[in-house]
DNA sequence: AGGTTGACCTGGACGC
DNA sequence: TGCGTCCAGGTCAACC
């Protein structure tokens, strides 16, 4: 499901809501748990942590804690396609496919939930700070940006959707930043020119601060740690809108698979 | 090493 | 109504 726009939404959201709270207790259900560390690591670095706060990484999300004894650690919950972060009054009806349950000191209860369990929670024990696979999109320098993709084969889409370069670029940010700049998804990496880089660059921080600002794209299920659904899918030039008429030229936009993914593009508008 | 493909899961939409 | 098929916002491991 969640691209970085609906990842720092739920972040945010969840930030608002729980920051200082005291973890109670931890609960890990349903076997085979999606989890990246050991169930009792989990469980012996949250219980007591007070949480200082929540942000993102990549399409991560980091819960910053403070242990009893002083010592910083991190929860991270990446959401995989279908997972959602709720925080919720305990009284509330436990969702199908709860994998874990932070406890809050107040009664409440940060509920990770994910139907296709595809998502994944672990913890960073040491007082270093939890980086990601790659640079930021959102911060990164047009010159940097170039760099990534210099001498690369691969289509320019399958590049902006590797974590290990950018992180937190997805299915739809990549195709709606792709349509924006005007270059044709299958265009290999390297042979991009500089003023084509340089217009990616800025339509992808342009498309991610907008979609941001929107509360992300709900696409079927996607909502915030409120329930909320966020408004950017009403922006779409070209995700999910195969067949539909291009928004700029009136040509209907392509589907064709890349790299497994379905890529939406203008064949018109796109070059 | 860089690049590509299929596997991992559940559920919703659609066609017959 | 029900069954089968296809599709889905993401990674990974395994291959070339």
């Known amino acids: 499901m969640p691209e970085l726009p609906e990842v720092e939404t739920v972040a945010n959201g ?20 999606p989890l990246k560390s050991p169930a009792h690591v989990i469980e012996e670095t949250l219980t007591g942590a007070r949480i200082t706060r929540v942000h993102r990484v990549g399409k991560t999300v980091v819960i910053d804690v403070q242990r009893r004894d002083g010592a910083a650690a991190q929860a991270t919950v990446h959401l995989g396609m279908t997972g959602r972060l709720l925080v919720s009054q305990a009284e509330v009806p436990m969702p199908p496919h709860t994998h874990a349950v932070l406890h809050l000191h107040d009664g409440r209860e940060v509920r990770f939930v994910d139907p296709r369990r595809f998502g994944r929670v672990g913890v960073v024990e040491s007082s270093e700070q939890y980086a ?31 974590q290990s370069l950018l992180h937190g670029v997805g299915n739809i940010y990549a195709d709606e930043s792709l349509f924006r700049a005007g270059i044709r998804p299958k265009r290999h ?3 991009l020119t500089r003023a084509e880089l340089h ?17 992300g794209s709900s ?41 497994g993914r379905s890529t939406h593009f203008c064949k018109k508008c796109q070059k």
Do not use: M, W
């Open 132 to 162: 990601g696979p790659g640079k930021e999109p959102t911060t990164i320098a047009p010159e940097e940006f170039a760099k990534l993709f210099r001498g690369r084969k691969t289509p320019i889409k399958s590049a902006l959707l590797n």
């Open 189 to 191: 990496a390297g042979r």
């Open 14 to 33: 969840v930030d608002a809501r729980v920051r200082g709270q005291r973890i109670e207790r931890v609960t890990l259900g349903s076997k085979p748990e």
């Open 199 to 215: 217009k990616l660059h800025g339509a992808l921080q342009t498309v991610l601060q907008h979609a941001i600002e929107l509360g």
């Open 219 to 259: 696409v079927s299920d996607y909502v915030d740690a409120d329930g909320v659904r966020g408004f950017f899918q009403l922006e779409h030039r070209v995700y999910s809108r195969t067949g539909q008429p291009c928004r700029e030229c009136g040509e209907p936009i392509q589907r064709i698979v890349i790299g």
